[in-house]
């Protein structure tokens, strides 16, 4: 081993990263995706994608869902943390593998050009719950939703017949069958 | 119709109902509504410090001496900014701190305003929470939520942010309420099969150890009485952490000193070779750890904690217990008992050969120094001071450097709350206003800082404090013109290239303490040591006391960085034996 002149520890091995996704449910109040982001960064965490939104104006409560990489150590450091924080009500972990967790992202496509291509690109994107939000003689505003790693094989293959921009969401999760997380 | 009252009013009214009796804090421009309103509230003191990070340290001391949690008042912009430092040192050492800061008002929020700061900003990650109060009508219940949140789980800092409108804009007041849930954010979760579990590891084993911290003090006096009547009903060695120290005696026999980077040998090789290690209320610190793979390589590791965060996030223990050291501990010594009256055999004899090894290691006497009749050696200048200050119940606190080592090492404390150290954070400029912050919450008792020239420095402005309030506090620093501890590291690791940890100027601490308006002490020489000290701790006022060490001294033992517990450097008596310099310099 390599000389150390430091006052502390060299790092030791290293464990297998895996892919997370984390539920969180806190109080939508100021600052509060600021904590969550924040307890990420500070710690030297990533965050791969993100999305939040409130979905009980009720109660007031936001539902954050963050995709992150990890060993295992550190997925459990990210979950302890995170239900330390002050308003976060609850936090759901689970692998991307997961097949009783359904999760999703939406991405909207502008493409112009021939009509030709136009449609290839459409035909394209079929399977993907395709939805024509706009439409003009040389130019479409599309609508998918699909897996990141679909969006990301359909948007590269699309890029050659006429997508100019393209805008995309963080994953949104959901168990299936009637439970729910907990 | 219910009175209504102003912000500034309603500060009070809810420090009143907390309790509050201190508060350190300096105005400014964005808090005088509020200091404005002190005058009106006479069982509340304000004890004015003469820069914010000395406001957030005296809490510090005054929470770790008392229990209770320290109160802060600042103004915006510098004023939080100062304070910064303070937070971010109790959020390490878990001290519970309210910090109460100034802001402009809502309007200008965001205009760069004078003074002006994003403080819940640049806070966030030094609280455990902070609030930005923008409706006066939220202030009462974020106050006693403030309190809550700081003083309940693992303690901590936090801070509301109140704009001078909010502090002049009226409303009704609403009291504490009674018992509110935080969502689950003090832990006490902990099962009576865990403990049973714990119950049978304590009976099967023959190499146990166990390596209490700050999380022992934090849970008040009761914690520390239940930890030595384990440790009693066990019999097993007992060592401690930086911050954990005092709350089982340092001068009984089943105690082996601190552990870790500076600990001695018998607890660090204790610590590496025994099969059932015990952590309560600790956090497998780097300063503890050294190296991971190979800490403790063949034992069964159980981690009692309040904190669920703080379990596997470096050691990975085979058994978890989150939950309040008093209640766990109490717990365990109720089953220990119960146990105990139905089959009276002890596993005491188990240990027997344990307790040899242990004092075999002991032989080596590793806090050993050669001591000297021509200068004064810091080491002994620290048990020089514990041996005349031994009968009195006196506070210590300290800086950061080896001072701080030398002192947890050689001044045994024999109850919780006594000592006062930056552990995590490791803040240079500590100890004085802690110290400030000491003798605030024990008037009648003698309060020393255990000093170094260079960190005393920093915060040395709070000397004007002490006097003003005739805080009798005793500033005895070792000095020895160095920053030692960097010239330690410089030293063994940096072919004793000493670059900037020499002050070549210092002021004539004498001289200091004159214009302070305070006594000066100094001694030069070991025969005039004691005299000196003697007549420091009479003196009835605030002392600086100058005592010129042998500047060349080293902290030993220690492990270097990246190795594990059974390979530490001893002290000059044991170099010399074994000839380990040219090997001892590739260990490091």
Same mark, same amino acid.
């Given at each position: 081993?390599?000389?150390?002149?430091?006052?502390?520890?060299?790092?030791?091995?290293?464990?297998?990263?895996?892919?997370?996704?984390?539920?969180?449910?806190?109080?939508?109040?100021?600052?509060?995706?600021?904590?969550?982001?924040?307890?990420?960064?500070?710690?030297?965490?990533?965050?791969?994608?993100?999305?939040?939104?409130?979905?009980?104006?009720?109660?007031?409560?936001?539902?954050?869902?963050?995709?992150?990489?990890?060993?295992?150590?550190?997925?459990?450091?990210?979950?302890?943390?995170?239900?330390?924080?002050?308003?976060?009500?609850?936090?759901?972990?689970?692998?991307?593998?997961?097949?009783?967790?359904?999760?999703?992202?939406?991405?909207?496509?502008?493409?112009?050009?021939?009509?030709?291509?136009?449609?290839?690109?459409?035909?394209?994107?079929?399977?993907?719950?395709?939805?024509?939000?706009?439409?003009?003689?040389?130019?479409?505003?599309?609508?998918?939703?699909?897996?990141?790693?679909?969006?990301?094989?359909?948007?590269?293959?699309?890029?050659?017949?006429?997508?100019?921009?393209?805008?995309?969401?963080?994953?949104?999760?959901?168990?299936?069958?009637?439970?729910?997380?907990? | 119709?219910?009175?209504?009252?102003?912000?500034?009013?309603?500060?009070?009214?809810?420090?009143?109902?907390?309790?509050?009796?201190?508060?350190?804090?300096?105005?400014?421009?964005?808090?005088?509504?509020?200091?404005?309103?002190?005058?009106?509230?006479?069982?509340?003191?304000?004890?004015?410090?003469?820069?914010?990070?000395?406001?957030?340290?005296?809490?510090?001391?005054?929470?770790?001496?008392?229990?209770?949690?320290?109160?802060?008042?600042?103004?915006?912009?510098?004023?939080?900014?100062?304070?910064?430092?303070?937070?971010?040192?109790?959020?390490?050492?878990?001290?519970?701190?309210?910090?109460?800061?100034?802001?402009?008002?809502?309007?200008?929020?965001?205009?760069?305003?004078?003074?002006?700061?994003?403080?819940?900003?640049?806070?966030?990650?030094?609280?455990?929470?902070?609030?930005?109060?923008?409706?006066?009508?939220?202030?009462?219940?974020?106050?006693?939520?403030?309190?809550?949140?700081?003083?309940?789980?693992?303690?901590?800092?936090?801070?509301?942010?109140?704009?001078?409108?909010?502090?002049?804009?009226?409303?009704?007041?609403?009291?504490?309420?009674?018992?509110?849930?935080?969502?689950?954010?003090?832990?006490?979760?902990?099962?009576?099969?865990?403990?049973?579990?714990?119950?049978?590891?304590?009976? #099967?084993? $023959? %190499?146990?150890? +166990?390596?209490?911290?700050?999380?022992? =003090? /934090?849970?008040?006096? !009761?914690?520390?009485? @239940?930890?030595?009547?384990?440790?009693?009903?066990?019999?097993?060695?007992?060592?401690?952490?930086?911050?954990?120290?005092?709350?089982?005696?340092?001068?009984?026999?089943?105690?082996?000193?601190?552990?870790?980077?500076?600990?001695?040998?018998?607890?660090?090789?204790?610590?590496?070779?025994?099969?059932?290690?015990?952590?309560?209320?600790?956090?497998?610190?780097?300063?503890?750890?050294?190296?991971?793979?190979?800490?403790?390589? #063949?034992? $069964? %590791?159980?981690? +009692?904690?309040?904190?669920?965060?703080? =379990? /596997?996030?470096?050691? !990975?223990?085979?058994? @978890?217990?989150?939950?309040?050291?008093?209640?766990?501990?109490?717990?365990?010594?109720?089953?220990?008992?119960?146990?105990?009256?139905?089959?009276?055999?002890?596993?005491?004899?188990?240990?027997?050969?344990?307790?040899?090894?242990?004092?075999?290691?002991?032989?080596?006497?590793?806090?050993?120094?050669?001591?000297?009749?021509?200068?004064?050696?810091?080491?002994?200048?620290?048990?020089?001071?514990?041996?005349?200050?031994?009968?009195?119940?006196?506070?210590?606190?300290?800086?950061?450097?080896?001072?701080?080592?030398?002192?947890?090492?050689?001044?045994?404390?024999?109850?919780?709350?006594?000592?006062?150290?930056?552990?995590?954070?490791?803040?240079?400029?500590?100890?004085?206003?802690?110290?400030?912050?000491?003798?605030?919450?024990?008037?009648?008792?003698?309060?020393?800082?255990?000093?170094?020239?260079?960190?005393?420095?920093?915060?040395?402005?709070?000397?004007?404090?002490?006097?003003?309030?005739?805080?009798?506090?005793?500033?005895?620093?070792?000095?020895?013109?160095?920053?030692?501890?960097?010239?330690?590291?410089?030293?063994?690791?940096?072919?004793?290239?000493?670059?900037?940890?020499?002050?070549?100027?210092?002021?004539?601490?004498?001289?200091?303490?004159?214009?302070?308006?305070?006594?000066?002490?100094?001694?030069?020489?070991?025969?005039?040591?004691?005299?000196?000290?003697?007549?420091?701790?009479?003196?009835?006022?605030?002392?600086?006391?100058?005592?010129?060490?042998?500047?060349?001294?080293?902290?030993?033992?220690?492990?270097?960085?990246?190795?594990?517990?059974?390979?530490?450097?001893?002290?000059?008596?044991?170099?010399?034996?074994?000839?380990?310099?040219?090997?001892?310099?590739?260990?490091?």
């Amino acid at each position: 081993m390599p000389k150390s002149k430091s006052a502390y520890s060299v790092p030791t091995k290293k464990e297998k990263s895996d892919t997370y996704i984390f539920v969180v449910w806190v109080d939508n109040e100021a600052g509060v995706l600021a904590r969550v982001v924040g307890l990420f960064s500070g710690r030297g965490y990533n965050i791969e994608s993100l999305a939040v939104a409130e979905v009980d104006a009720v109660k007031n409560i936001s539902r954050i869902t963050i995709v992150t990489t990890g060993t295992p150590q550190v997925i459990d450091q990210i979950k302890l943390q995170l239900a330390k924080l002050v308003p976060v009500h609850k936090v759901a972990e689970f692998k991307r593998e997961d097949k009783n967790v359904i999760f999703k992202e939406m991405a909207l496509f502008k493409i112009t050009g021939k009509k030709k291509k136009m449609e290839k690109c459409l035909n394209a994107c079929k399977k993907f719950d395709l939805v024509i939000l706009d439409e003009t003689k040389t130019s479409k505003v599309i609508q998918i939703t699909a897996l990141r790693r679909e969006i990301d094989k359909i948007s590269k293959k699309l890029k050659p017949w006429g997508l100019i921009s393209a805008s995309r969401t963080g994953a949104v999760a959901m168990t299936r069958g009637a439970k729910i997380f907990n | 119709m219910p009175k209504l009252y102003t912000g500034a009013e309603i500060v009070f009214k809810c420090l009143e109902d907390q309790k509050v009796e201190h508060i350190f804090g300096y105005p400014g421009g964005a808090v005088l509504p509020i200091y404005d309103e002190l005058k009106n509230h006479t069982s509340i003191k304000h004890i004015l410090v003469r820069h914010e990070q000395g406001a957030g340290h005296a809490a510090e001391g005054y929470a770790r001496s008392s229990g209770k949690p320290g109160v802060v008042l600042v103004t915006s912009g510098p004023g939080a900014t100062n304070v910064v430092t303070a937070l971010t040192d109790a959020y390490m050492d878990s001290v519970p701190l309210v910090c109460i800061s100034g802001q402009v008002p809502t309007h200008l929020i965001g205009t760069d305003a004078f003074q002006e700061c994003d403080t819940t900003g640049i806070t966030r990650p030094c609280t455990k929470h902070n609030w930005l109060v923008k409706d006066i009508n939220d202030l009462s219940e974020i106050m006693h939520e403030a309190f809550k949140v700081a003083t309940t789980g693992r303690p901590g800092p936090v801070l509301v942010d109140i704009p001078k409108d909010i502090q002049f804009a009226k409303t009704k007041y609403k009291k504490p309420k009674k018992e509110k849930k935080l969502n689950g954010k003090s832990n006490n979760k902990f099962s009576q099969k865990q403990i049973d579990q714990l119950i049978d590891l304590l009976k #099967n084993t $023959k %190499k146990p150890v +166990i390596y209490s911290g700050g999380g022992v =003090i /934090n849970s008040g006096p !009761k914690a520390s009485d @239940a930890l030595r009547e384990f440790v009693e009903l066990t019999g097993f060695p007992i060592t401690s952490t930086l911050q954990g120290l005092g709350a089982y005696p340092g001068d009984d026999n089943q105690f082996l000193g601190m552990l870790g980077m500076h600990g001695t040998y018998e607890a660090n090789n204790a610590m590496h070779d025994c099969d059932l290690l015990i952590n309560i209320g600790a956090r497998f610190d780097d300063r503890i750890t050294g190296k991971i793979d190979e800490f403790s390589p #063949n034992s $069964k %590791k159980v981690h +009692i904690d309040i904190d669920p965060s703080s =379990i /596997n996030k470096i050691i !990975k223990v085979d058994l @978890a217990i989150v939950g309040d050291v008093t209640k766990v501990i109490g717990k365990v010594n109720k089953t220990i008992l119960k146990k105990k009256n139905g089959h009276s055999k002890s596993n005491k004899s188990n240990i027997a050969k344990w307790w040899e090894q242990i004092q075999k290691w002991r032989g080596k006497d590793s806090l050993n120094f050669v001591n000297s009749n021509d200068s004064i050696k810091p080491q002994h200048a620290v048990q020089r001071l514990y041996e005349l200050t031994k009968d009195k119940d006196t506070y210590v606190t300290t800086e950061v450097g080896q001072h701080q080592m030398w002192a947890a090492q050689h001044y045994k404390f024999n109850k919780p709350n006594r000592w006062m150290t930056s552990g995590g954070l490791g803040t240079m400029g500590y100890g004085l206003p802690a110290a400030v912050g000491v003798q605030i919450a024990h008037p009648e008792k003698l309060v020393v800082d255990i000093a170094g020239e260079a960190s005393v420095l920093m915060t040395m402005q709070e000397m004007s404090t002490a006097v003003q309030y005739n805080l009798p506090i005793k500033i005895f620093i070792l000095n020895n013109q160095y920053m030692g501890m960097v010239r330690q590291w410089q030293e063994l690791l940096h072919e004793k290239n000493y670059s900037e940890s020499y002050s070549e100027a210092l002021p004539d601490f004498l001289k200091m303490a004159e214009a302070y308006g305070c006594k000066g002490i100094k001694a030069e020489n070991p025969s005039e040591l004691d005299e000196k000290i003697q007549e420091m701790i009479d003196y009835k006022g605030p002392v600086i006391f100058d005592c010129h060490v042998d500047p060349n001294e080293n902290c030993f033992p220690m492990i270097p960085s990246g190795k594990p517990h059974n390979q530490m450097i001893l002290g000059p008596n044991d170099q010399e034996e074994n000839k380990i310099k040219g090997k001892g310099k590739a260990l490091v």
